[in-house]
């Protein structure tokens, strides 16, 4: 609903916006909003942006947590694709997270932008760190055939790009 929307953690839902979760554990929780923070910086202030304009930005836009689209340096459209990217990872969508940041990566690298390429390589780096650490014993362990063809056949029944290697059950 906001032309630049932030990210709250909340245990309510009180108030307007998109919702996700339930996450397993605080500390896992913690882990995807460091990620975040650090690849891709979301305004975290609780202006209007819509009625407030700012003449200056904030202390997080100084430490690189934002990137200030409330004073303007940051276009609407380089937001959203930020916004985009913290969608698909809260949404468990990793792997194509990790495609669209592979790609910027190689576009970056192409322009010769090689910062903005080594930003988006540590984002992939934290995501892959992140989403191995969460392998139960069960998967991380060889598979016997059973096994195998019962994941096989889960991932042709679902429709799933690779087999699952991780079932998480509420």
């Known amino acids: 609903d906001e032309p630049f929307p932030r990210l709250v953690v909340t245990r309510r839902r009180d108030i307007k916006g998109r919702y996700f979760g339930p996450f397993i554990s605080a500390g896992a929780l913690k882990d995807v909003l460091h990620i975040i923070e650090k690849a891709f910086p979301l305004r975290s202030?609780?202006?209007?942006?819509?009625?407030?304009k700012l003449s200056r930005p904030c202390l997080d836009y100084g430490i690189g947590k934002c990137d200030a689209p409330c004073v303007g340096?940051?276009?609407?459209?380089?937001?959203?694709?930020?916004?985009?990217?913290?969608?698909?990872?809260?949404?468990?969508?990793?792997?194509?997270?990790?495609?669209?940041?592979r790609a910027r990566m190689e576009?970056?690298?192409?322009?010769?932008?090689?910062?903005?390429?080594?930003?988006?390589?540590?984002?992939?780096?934290?995501?892959?760190?992140m989403t191995r650490s969460q392998v139960t014993?069960?998967?991380?362990?060889?598979?016997?055939?059973?096994?195998?063809?019962?994941?096989?056949?889960?991932?042709?029944?679902?429709?799933?790009?690779?087999?699952?290697?991780?079932i998480d059950g509420f």
């Open 45 to 52: 202030c609780k202006y209007d942006l819509t009625r407030t």
């Open 73 to 101: 340096l940051c276009t609407a459209r380089e937001y959203g694709e930020r916004v985009d990217d913290v969608i698909l990872l809260l949404s468990g969508q990793t792997a194509d997270l990790i495609a669209r940041l």
């Open 107 to 129: 576009e970056c690298a192409s322009r010769l932008e090689f910062e903005a390429a080594g930003v988006a390589r540590d984002a992939i780096r934290s995501l892959w760190r």
């Open 137 to 166: 014993g069960t998967l991380s362990d060889d598979l016997d055939e059973d096994s195998w063809t019962a994941m096989k056949a889960l991932q042709e029944l679902v429709g799933l790009p690779t087999v699952p290697w991780r």
